[in-house]
């Protein structure tokens, strides 16, 4: 507990001791007057039930057990020091019960009212607690509800809207077997986009010493055209995904994107291409994710094979025929 809401309890307890305090002297006060008026200060001695009750019973079952018993205290005293009663022919026992029941009667009333009040008042602070706890737990339970909703609708404005359905991916492998260059490469692009899951790529093809970009998602405007040396040199030495999940990754893709997955040729072993996620989720990286970006590699090589050869086909031809 801080000092400011040690400081503020400290507060509240002051603020409710002077309270009672102020009405049990008000409630005796009044009292004092009212028996000098009616019966010249005899304190209520001839009056039954004694107007001293009051005072005790509202304190005690206020306030509780403390209030009441300092209440009876306070009559008690009134009692004894204004009652004039001589014992006379008396028996002295007899005359010492008589002085001692109305306060014995008021420390007792005191004491078992107000452990009634008490517990009356813990088990009203323990339920209303509980309805707090209660009403924060249903508004929690309230906006989680709310944000299912909200993303359930989503998802299925999102799935009814998807272009990229069952039959677009078959209509886009279909595209492969062109014999336009240019709508193949499209068609690949396509599928990298379905499979990688973010239209910010770049694919890179290696011709000789250096990669340069070959097929680009439709978000990639701005990136570099030549993949930097120290990447392409990682890439070839590791011979499968970087990413930036991985501390040793994380230098060479700086500025350039967040995994890199190697295309090695399935017959030489050499790499033939790279290709680049420039912009990924960080929490999608997981262990099933990775493994996911590392199987593009495995149909993704052979397209590029397929391409390049049938790119450099009509060359061969014109050169023969020249």
């Known amino acids: 507990m801080t000092h400011d809401e040690q400081a503020a309890k400290w507060h509240t307890r ?120 209660a009403t924060r737990n249903l508004a929690r339970l309230t906006d989680a509800f709310a944000t299912l909703s909200q993303t359930n609708r989503q998802l299925q404005v999102q799935i009814a809207t998807e272009a990229h359905t069952v039959g677009h991916a078959i209509e886009t492998a279909t595209r492969l077997c062109s014999q336009e260059p240019a709508v193949r490469r499209g068609a690949i692009g396509e599928l990298i986009a379905l499979a990688a899951r973010t239209p910010d790529f770049t694919c890179y093809r290696v011709t000789g010493d250096e990669a340069r970009a070959w097929v680009r998602g439709p978000v990639t405007a701005g990136r570099r055209d030549v993949l930097p040396v120290s990447l392409l040199e990682r890439v070839e030495r590791h011979h499968g995904l970087l990413h930036v999940a991985k501390r040793t990754d994380r230098r060479v893709l700086d500025r350039i994107g967040v995994a890199a997955i190697a295309l090695p040729d399935p017959d030489t072993g050499e790499i033939v291409g790279c290709l680049v996620l420039h912009a990924l989720p960080f929490e999608t990286l997981n262990a099933s994710r990775t493994a996911e970006l590392a199987e593009i590699a495995a149909w993704l090589t052979p397209l590029l094979a397929d391409t390049l050869a049938t790119t450099q086909r009509p060359l061969r031809s014109a050169g023969l025929v020249a």
């Open 14 to 133: 002051w603020r409710r001791s002077a309270r009672i305090a102020a009405e049990i002297a008000i409630a005796f006060a009044a009292l004092i007057v009212l028996d000098w008026w009616l019966t010249g200060g005899s304190g209520f001695a001839h009056v039954h039930p004694n107007p001293y009750w009051v005072p005790v019973l509202m304190m005690a079952l206020a306030y509780g057990t403390g209030p009441g018993v300092l209440a009876a205290a306070v009559a008690s005293g009134l009692w004894l020091a204004h009652v004039q009663d001589s014992a006379g022919e008396r028996d002295y026992l007899d005359h010492l019960f008589h002085l001692s029941l109305q306060p014995l009667m008021w420390f007792v009333a005191a004491g078992i009212i107000g452990e009634v009040t008490i517990m009356r008042t813990g088990r009203h602070d323990r339920l209303e607690k509980r309805g707090r706890v």
